[in-house]
Structure formats: C-alpha cells, structure tokens
C-alpha cells in the first residue's frame, strides 16, 4: 500500500484528487497540507511514502519545502504536480531533490502511474518537460574528478537513465540487487547528485549516456 500525501491550498483540487484516490487499491491518501508550513508540520505524523506537492502555495512554495523535506527524510518520495512548466521551476524542483514533475494538465491515469513510479524509487518527467531538460545548457554543476566513472558504474547508470528499477538492473546486467545498490550509490556520489531525477539530468546534460528510444 502506497501512503500518500495532499499538499495543494486549492480545497476543491485536494478533495478532487482525494475522492478519484479512493477507488485505487493500492493507495491510500494518510494526509493532506493547505501550505508548505503545513506540510513540514504535519509528514511526520503521517508518514507518507509519497508526497504529491504543488509549486504555487502561500510562504513558502512547493520547490522549498521539497528542499527541506529531502534533508529531514530522504526516504520520502516528492512528486511535483504543478502548472508551472518554466525551466526555472521544473530545474529548481529537480536540484532539491524532486523525484518526478507533471504538469496539471496531465491525464489523472498518468498521475497515478506516476505515483507509482516514484514510490518504487524510479523519476517521473512531464513530456513537455523533457525538450527542456534536453535543451537546457546553462546549469551549474559541480565536476570533481572523482566524477570519472567506472565501466560497470556506466551500464548502471544507462540502466537507470532508461528508467529501470534496481530489480531489472541487476536480471539486465546479471548482478545482484546489492551489488545495484552499491553501484547507485557510488554513482550518486561521484556526480554529486540526491535522487535518480538529478542523475538522469546530469547525464543527459553531460552526454554520458545514449538517450532511449522515445517511440
């Protein structure tokens, strides 16, 4: 069961979602947050797995409270559903940590899915979002050294950029789950990265891997 977290101060689009949620078996809606604020107060309580986050909120908005939700518990997936597509949110979300980014415009079977998705640990992007993560040259990335990977960190990380869970990289590359793990990890580290979003953008950005097929 996927414990799930509200936080929009749109009443009407909270109750919308919260009664579409309901018919889901495999979701369980533990808590809702009108503010930022409200939210940071109440995830401890509620102990969500996800947490579905609006950008546009009063005080403090969706893109700082994923920043200090990802320090205070890591563990806890943020997936942004937002009306913002500018390159400056979307890019903001994904440096503080955000696990996926829809737009509201998406079909409420792609939100779903797209809950599901993060709370197996896999990245979630908008189509419309994808061009601009493509297109966008001017981030400033911190490069070590330490930044060079191994060959094996490499197959790993192509894994993950087409999306795959540690299960499927390990039958893919005929390792164990732990062994992925470590690999992740290592990788996380070396490009200075928090979650599978971020390292997908780097690599894209820095052309360390072959972009799937989007057919």
Not at 83 to 109: C, N, Q, T, V
Not at 118 to 132: D, E, F, L, N, W
Request: charged content about 30%.
């Amino acid at each position: 069961m996927i414990k799930l977290m509200l936080v929009d101060d749109h009443a009407i689009l909270r109750d919308g979602l919260r009664n579409l949620l309901e018919v889901e078996e495999d979701i369980k809606v533990v808590g809702e947050a009108v503010s930022g604020e409200d939210a940071l107060h109440k995830i401890g309580d509620c102990g969500p797995d996800v947490v579905l986050m609006d950008i546009n909120m009063p005080k403090m908005n969706g893109v700082e409270v994923t920043g200090l939700l990802k320090k205070k518990f890591p563990d806890t997936k943020v997936l942004i559903l937002t009306m913002h597509s500018h390159d400056e949110y979307f890019m903001s979300a994904i440096r503080e940590g955000a696990d996926g980014y829809l737009l509201k415009d998406a079909p409420f079977d792609q939100v779903i899915e797209a809950i599901r998705t993060v709370a197996r640990g896999q990245s979630v992007i908008h189509p419309t979002m994808t061009k601009k993560l493509l297109n966008f040259h001017q981030q400033k990335w911190q490069e070590e050294e330490s930044t060079v990977l191994t060959d094996r960190e490499k197959d790993v990380l192509q894994c993950l950029v087409e999306g795959l869970s540690n299960k499927e990289i390990a039958e893919k590359l005929f390792i164990s789950d732990k062994t992925v793990k470590i690999h992740v990890s290592k990788i996380f580290k070396k490009l200075n990265v928090k979650s599978r979003s971020q390292v997908v953008i780097y690599a894209v950005q820095h052309q360390l891997v072959t972009l799937p097929d989007s057919n």
